[in-house]
């Protein structure tokens, strides 16, 4: 077992640090205090930036402009862009639009791929994915009330979503709704792009979250669909293979948000470990010295580390055998990061007394705004569920003594 970093990705990690130091850190005073007519001019420099050096957009092919690195390799990158909230965005590897990027991609006609993926691969506009609706479960998707009905050559659309994640601003969303109400449940969703200036697609409002609604990237909006007609060749893939295509964008998608989570549990843990070298509590005593401080340190070390190769280990076994074999490995990266994140964010916080409150630092917004990575992309009690099933299965025929 080999866990060195080829040279080729030490370097490109070693220029990404760099520039998340020097050019996105600075921005963050503006991200939290709001300021998005001073932030976004500048992440756009950013991004012009990024592109001239080559970094463009880690995972997706070379074809798109992107650099086209294995997944276990882009892996590394999102977590080195983790440290901060602006840099998947910086690099042009966010969500919602990575994923969309992807299907795209591998299910896009011609047209829609001219149409709507190479521009968004190249950053010249967003989209938004658009499933979960407000009165239905989310961790049961294939309940589902928004429908899309044939009328000649359009579908027509009418249903209320939620948390549709940087609809604000977008281009087009990617919809799922029923076109096949009598198929089995999971044949009957379809994913249709539509254009988010098609009359019937309302913006009703970007959902407070945690005290803030946000703006353009940074919200995530409610949508009525009101009788919202877009042409049939708008549908994305086959009719009635929304989940199916939906189980494509989960796999490296997951790996995506779980090591954007392990940077944010390296920043948290360094911000951490900052402060515990610095604090004076006591007479020449630094927090550093106290053994519960200490125990905070050693365990986030400790929970980073399993976490981090987890989720490295997820990104090799989907290389190696594909998402569907690797399901299993997938469901517990989702959880296992995500809580591991949050335990670490929050003894940073704690470690940093009144000031961990502040937004003087990122641990706050860190601590608020992640809470949601253990509901986003399948709630914990799911992928543990479905991890459990699969586990079990391979006991269903074995003698165990
Ligand atoms: C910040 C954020 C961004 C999001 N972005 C998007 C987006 O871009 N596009 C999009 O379509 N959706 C998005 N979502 C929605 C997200 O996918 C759903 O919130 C999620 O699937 C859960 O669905 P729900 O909220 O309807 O919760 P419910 O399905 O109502 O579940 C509520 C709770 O019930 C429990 N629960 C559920 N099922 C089980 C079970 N089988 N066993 C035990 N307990 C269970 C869990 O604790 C769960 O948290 C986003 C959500 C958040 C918070």
């Known amino acids: 077992m080999d866990f060195s970093v080829s040279e080729k990705m030490q370097i490109i990690l070693s220029l990404v640090d760099e520039f998340v130091a020097r050019e996105l850190l600075p921005l963050e005073k503006d991200y939290l205090a709001g300021n998005m007519k001073v932030l976004m001019p500048a992440l756009e420099e950013k991004r012009a930036m990024v592109k001239e050096m080559e970094l463009w957009a880690p995972l997706h092919p070379a074809e798109l402009g992107g650099m086209g690195l294995a997944l276990i390799e882009s892996a590394l990158v999102f977590e080195a862009l983790g440290r901060t909230p602006l840099g998947l965005y910086a690099f042009g590897c966010q969500a919602p639009d990575a994923g969309n990027i992807e299907i795209l991609h591998k299910y896009g006609t011609p047209e829609q791929v001219e149409a709507f993926l190479r521009p968004l691969a190249a950053g010249e506009i967003r989209s938004c994915f658009s499933m979960t609706e407000v009165d239905m479960p989310g961790s049961n998707p ?3 009330e928004t429908t899309a009905v044939r009328e000649g050559d359009d579908y027509v659309i009418n249903g209320q979503k939620w948390y549709t994640t940087a609809a604000d601003g977008a281009s087009f969303a990617i919809v799922m709704a029923v076109t096949n109400p009598e198929a089995p449940p999971h044949l009957q969703a379809s994913m249709i792009i539509v254009p988010t200036d098609t009359p019937g ?10 005290g803030h609604a946000g703006e353009g990237y940074f919200s995530h909006g409610e949508i009525l669909y009101q009788n919202c007609r877009v042409p049939r060749k708008n549908l994305l893939g086959k009719e009635g293979h929304g989940f199916v295509i939906a189980q494509d964008r989960l796999g490296p998608g997951r790996i995506h948000h779980c090591m954007r989570w392990i940077g944010i549990c390296n920043r948290a843990f360094d ?14 005593r630094k927090l550093a010295d106290k053994q519960l401080v200490q125990a905070m340190i050693a365990d986030s070390a400790a929970e980073i580390q399993a976490a981090r190769l987890m ?5 090799w076994k989907i290389q190696q055998v594909g998402t569907k074999e690797a399901r299993t490995d ?3 990266i989702k ?5 591991t994140m949050q ?4 003894r940073a916080l704690q470690v940093h007394g009144g000031l961990g409150m502040t937004d003087d630092t990122i641990i706050a917004h860190f601590y608020a705004h992640e809470r949601a990575s ?8 799911v992928h543990k569920i479905a991890a459990a099933r699969q586990i079990l299965k391979r006991y269903e025929n074995r003698m165990v003594r």
């Open 335 to 339: 959880f296992v990061a995500a809580n």
């Open 201 to 210: 697609f309302n913006l009703v409002r970007n959902i407070p979250v945690m």
């Open 330 to 332: 997938i469901s517990m």
């Open 311 to 315: 989720v490295l280990y997820a990104a």
């Open 142 to 144: 294939v309940m589902m």
């Open 374 to 381: 253990r509901i986003y992309d399948g709630v914990d009690e």
């Open 343 to 346: 335990r670490v964010v929050d």
């Open 271 to 284: 911000l951490m470990c900052g402060r515990a070298r610095d604090r004076i509590i006591g007479p020449s």
